[in-house]
């Protein structure tokens, strides 16, 4: 069974920055580096929709709204991801899901294994 287990969320003001973080055990004994891992966030209302993708290759997606200020990276060592979230804003007010085995269904992203979300509120 795997295990994605996000921290790091909170309440923050407008401008100011996060780290969120999550640890994946369990499953296989060969690691996860082989594995497209992300980050997705559902605001309330709205559909769960991908954030930002670290790919096997080295390769980085981010969706537009966040692009030059949320950093993703990944230690594949120790099986975990990160995501660093700089100038927030209200409208990143979401919870934050890690994934892990991403793969696209049709034209949206979707994921084999999910963790149980870590929530970010940003206040004006």
């Known amino acids: 069974q795997v295990q994605l287990v996000e921290s790091g969320g909170g309440l923050v003001q407008t401008g100011g920055s996060l780290r969120l973080s999550c640890a994946v055990s369990g499953r296989t004994t060969s690691g996860y580096s082989g594995y497209a891992m992300g980050w997705f966030r559902q605001a309330p209302g709205q559909e769960r929709r991908f954030t930002a993708i670290?790919?096997?290759?080295?390769?980085?997606s981010y969706e537009d709204a966040v692009k030059d200020r949320f950093t993703i990276s990944r230690d594949n060592a120790k099986n975990s991801l990160y995501l660093r979230m700089d100038s927030l804003e209200p409208e990143d007010t979401a919870t934050y899901y890690c994934?892990?085995?991403?793969?696209?269904?049709?034209?949206?992203?979707?994921?084999?294994?999910w963790g149980q979300g870590t929530q970010v509120t940003v206040s004006s």
């Open positions: 670290a790919w096997p290759s080295g390769d980085r």
């Open positions: 994934a892990l085995a991403i793969f696209k269904r049709g034209s949206i992203y979707d994921a084999h294994y």
